[in-house]
């Protein structure tokens, strides 16, 4: 099926328990990224879960967008450009995809914000210190494959590969990120929701936190 601009405007949208307004396109055996300039970044998340996407490619500047999750789709292959046009992603969920290489995963580099990564049953995740290698590629993450990064490894990604460089962002996003008012600190009323995301262990954990929340 064709992700059309009539198909997104007829999907189920609803805030989810972080408070992110998110749009529901997953199950629609969608092929390829689409037309998405109709969402006018108007959304938080995106659910393209359960699909049969092959390639991350061909996304609008979407400045908005925090959270991704496309598990159980055919994803090999990821644009150069991914990180450009989502300038202010945190949650990415690559779960049950073709992604073989760690050079498949080099463009996830340019996601400055990125806290959270999920590369859980990619055939890249048994290459020899996919772990540690990950950790050195993107410093800034948080959260590998549901499992808190922890300072040992760190360290024993250093020790391997050498002090990463840590990845910033460009003046542009920068400014955006000022514009938007996404820099201003306040406490934050979901954080124990947050927390409670942060220490799931599996994407079924994560779906269950969010089906109490909506109960």
């Given at each position: 099926?064709?992700?059309?601009?009539?198909?997104?405007?007829?999907?189920?949208?609803?805030?989810?328990?972080?408070?992110?307004?998110?749009?529901?396109?997953?199950?629609?055996?969608?092929?390829?990224?689409?037309?998405l300039g109709a969402t006018q970044d108007q959304f938080d998340s995106f659910d393209l879960s359960d699909n049969e996407l092959a390639k991350l490619e061909n996304f609008p500047q979407l400045n908005r967008l925090r959270t991704?999750?496309?598990?159980?789709?055919?994803?090999?292959?990821?644009s150069s450009t991914f990180g450009e046009s989502l300038p202010h992603l945190e949650t990415l969920v690559l779960t049950n995809?073709?992604?073989?290489?760690?050079?498949?995963?080099?463009?996830?580099t340019s996601l400055y914000r990125l806290e959270r990564l999920s590369l859980l049953d990619n055939l890249v995740t048994k290459k020899q210190h996919y772990r540690?290698?990950?950790?050195?590629?993107?410093?800034?993450?948080?959260q590998l494959d549901f499992r808190k990064i922890k300072k040992k490894?760190?360290?024993?990604?250093?020790?391997?590969?050498g002090k990463a460089e840590e990845s910033r962002p460009s003046k542009k996003v920068k400014t955006e990120a000022k514009a938007n008012g996404k820099e201003t600190k306040s406490e934050d009323p979901h954080s124990h929701i947050k927390e409670a995301?942060?220490?799931?262990?599996?994407?079924?954990?994560?779906?269950?936190?969010?089906?109490?929340?909506?109960?």
């Open positions: 099926m064709r992700l059309t601009a009539d198909l997104i405007s007829r999907s189920s949208t609803y805030w989810n328990p972080l408070k992110e307004r998110e749009i529901d396109l997953r199950g629609n055996k969608i092929g390829v990224i689409e037309n991704l999750l496309l598990n159980n789709n055919k994803i090999e292959k990821i995809n073709k992604l073989a290489n760690f050079e498949d995963l080099e463009p996830l540690l290698y990950v950790i050195h590629k993107i410093p800034h993450l948080k490894e760190r360290d024993a990604s250093e020790k391997l590969y995301i942060k220490n799931a262990k599996t994407l079924e954990e994560i779906e269950q936190i969010t089906k109490n929340q909506l109960e």
